[in-house]
Structures are given as C-alpha cells and as structure tokens.
C-alpha cells in the first residue's frame, strides 16, 4: 500500500485541514519543518520519507477558482509525482493542469456537475489521467449535483465508474485532521467489488500505523495522510513498512 502525503494549500501556503471546516484552516506547524511554504515541505517529504507522490488541494482554486499556478508548477517540476484536485469544473481545467506537468488530475464530486461532464472528461483526456474523488462530509455526498445529494455513496460511485473512471480517492472530509480513524473502510471494501482491477485511494482521520494497518486491510491501494506526518505519530519507519 502507498502512502500519499497530502499539502492543502489556501492563500499559497500548506494549511491544516480540520473536519472539513476551511474557515478553520490555519498555516500549518509541523515537527518537520518550521516553513508553511509547498516547495518546502514537499521536499521534507520527499528527504524524511522518501515518498515518491504527493496529493494536492488548492482550496483557492476549489473555492474561489483562483489556482495557484505558480506554485503548482514549482511542486511538478521535481521528481515527485502529483495527484491535483483543483475543483475541476470543465476541460480547460484539466487541460492547464496537464500544461504544467500533473501526473493525475482529480475529478471531484464537490464539483462535479453530472455524469455527462464526467462522461466528456474520460472521452477527452482518457481514464489513467483522472481520479474521481468520492467527496464526503459525514458519510453523505459533498455535491453541487441536486440529484446527488440523497444518494447513497457507492450508487454514486456506480454510475461514475460506468463512464470509465477506473482510479477513485474516498474521502469523508469531517474526518480530516481529528484523528479517529478513517470512517470509509467499508465502502472501500464494497467499491472493491466494483474496481476489481482499479485503484481506491482513501484517508482522513489517520493517526498511527495502526490506522494504515486498518486502511490496508480494507483492500486500498492508498492512504492519504498529512496531521500525522507532521505530528510525529507516523516515523520514516513506519512508512517505509507500507511502502516497501
């Protein structure tokens, strides 16, 4: 199993995420390293754990559709490779991403607008490039699709994967940051079923290795993780042991 550490970035710089609630989102402190800055602590990820692929949210481009362009570029240049959910709303927002060097664009369900954008997505720019991310907030849809709102996750996730969306993150966002455990094992597992031959990506919440433990057991092919990096809750070692 892959650990995938993840940088939320708001005003340009690597926040803490906490339960989803971005009002609450503060420059991050960290063990590791004293700088908020993503060049910084992408290298101190790379250098402390020898981790080969980073997650990004730009909350500015997710919230107010205002990417941090540069930054972005800066982060693709190096040698690790970056999974960039930027709110996708349309294929222009794919195409500037590819532009400046993302391995994998997320296409994400708090932005998502239908089955049909999904569907144009895939035919554009093919499946390996996107990763549909399964958006959460209390084990409900985080949608800007009405018809979503009352249905359940892996119906949604169902109809996605039917236009050919093979790599799929599951993220419930009132976990991120508060350290009780990642609440999407079993939909991981029952999305399996679906994916046999996909990747499920999933995280939030993670607070030791115990919790990785439990997030590979439920037959994920990833964990994003971010407070216990920077907390100390997670060593070199400890990730070395998922990653080898």
Request: net charge negative; charged share 25%; with cysteine.
């Amino acid at each position: 199993m892959e650990i995938i550490p993840v940088l939320d970035i708001l005003n340009g710089v690597v926040v803490r995420g906490v339960a989803g609630q971005r009002h609450r989102y503060r420059p991050v402190q960290s063990l590791l390293t004293p700088s908020c800055d993503p060049s910084v602590i992408m290298r101190v990820f790379i250098d402390e754990f020898d981790l080969g692929r980073l997650y990004i949210a730009d909350l500015d481009a997710i919230q107010f559709q205002q990417l941090n362009r540069c930054t972005i570029a800066e982060l693709a240049l190096g040698e690790t490779s970056l999974i960039v959910d930027r709110g996708v709303r349309s294929a222009a927002d794919v195409e500037e991403l590819l532009e400046l060097g993302v391995e994998r664009i997320v296409v994400a369900l708090e932005t998502l607008e239908s089955v049909d954008t999904a569907r144009a997505l895939v035919s554009r720019f093919g499946a390996e490039q996107l990763v549909l991310s399964l958006d959460l907030k209390n084990g409900r849809p985080l949608t800007v699709n009405p018809d979503w709102e009352n249905v359940e996750p892996l119906d949604i996730a169902r109809q996605l994967i039917g236009v050919g969306l093979q790599h799929v993150i599951v993220l419930d966002l009132a976990a991120v940051g508060v350290d009780n455990g990642t609440p999407t094992l079993d939909l991981c597992q029952r999305l399996r079923s679906l994916l046999p031959d996909g990747t499920i990506i999933t995280g939030g919440g993670v607070s030791d290795s115990a919790d990785l433990r439990g997030i590979e057991s439920a037959d994920a092919d990833g964990a994003l993780v971010a407070s216990a990096l920077h907390d100390g809750r997670l060593s070199a070692d400890d990730v070395r042991a998922f990653n080898s």
